[in-house]
């Protein structure tokens, strides 16, 4: 079946670093990609999206490229803040055999810290 | 524009008991999803409705089961509970279905088994 595979943590970064949250998955077909971020006590909020092979979703600063090639959809950003500090994750959906689509398939997530 | 509305915030059951729990989508979205998060298993796909029409089913066991009303509200039961059903449950809304669509998350009820 699908999967989604993304490093735990907690990741813990100083104040602008570059940050790099890997993610792979196992998919067949052309799943689009997602990243969410998830705030303590919160739902889940989407940070960007990519629907096909080679393209890149950005969204306040972070930015993740859809490669069909090492199945990966690696989220970047390069000059963490404090308010980043939050539980990220990667997620695929398939579109399903009766017209609708699959439910997301989610990574682990990982434990972001940002420190001052 | 209102989000994601969930209700309760928080329960606490009995097991054996059963469970309902409410979400409204934002406002002109036809698709509602619920997901089971829990620290061991994270995010896991229960079940998605469409136009009042279950479209896709993740791998749960009959307990739980949801519906969706004709304004798109959706309610999700789960009966003789168990203490493994202790989780956080998210909603979330799409304006379609697909596998391209924005899914918005509602803030959770979390569900305490005891």
């Known amino acids: 079946g699908d999967s989604v595979t993304q490093m735990e943590g907690p990741v813990t970064l100083s104040e602008e670093a570059f940050l790099t949250i890997n993610c792979t998955y196992t998919?067949?077909?052309?799943?689009?990609l997602f990243w969410y971020v998830q705030y303590p006590g919160e739902g889940l909020q989407l940070l960007l999206k990519?629907?096909?092979?080679?393209d890149k979703g950005s969204n306040k600063g972070f930015e993740a490229t859809y490669r069909k090639e090492t199945t990966s959809f690696h989220l970047e950003k390069g000059s963490v803040q404090v308010s980043d500090s939050a539980v990220y994750f990667c997620?695929?959906?398939?579109?399903?055999?009766?017209?609708?689509?699959?439910?997301?398939?989610f990574g682990k997530g990982t434990h972001l810290i940002i420190q001052p | 524009k209102a989000g994601v509305t969930q209700t309760p915030r928080y329960l606490i059951k009995t097991r054996g008991q059963q469970v309902t729990l409410s979400c409204s989508p934002i406002s002109g979205h036809r698709s509602v999803s619920w997901y089971q998060q829990t620290p061991g298993q994270g995010l896991q796909f229960l079940f998605e409705?469409?136009?009042?029409?279950?479209?896709n089913k993740g791998n749960f066991p009959g307990r739980f089961s949801g519906r969706q009303f004709s304004n798109s509200r959706s309610e999700m039961n789960v009966s003789t509970l168990e203490l493994g059903d202790s989780a956080l449950y998210l909603c979330?809304?799409?304006?379609?279905?697909?596998?391209?669509?924005?899914?918005?998350f509602g803030q959770g009820t979390r569900l305490t088994v005891v």
């Open positions: 409705y469409f136009s009042e029409t279950q479209r």
């Open positions: 998919a067949t077909g052309y799943p689009s």
């Open positions: 979330a809304s799409s304006t379609l279905t697909g596998k391209d669509a924005e899914a918005f």
């Open positions: 997620a695929l959906r398939r579109q399903g055999s009766g017209g609708g689509a699959d439910g997301l398939t």
């Open positions: 990519a629907t096909k092979a080679d």
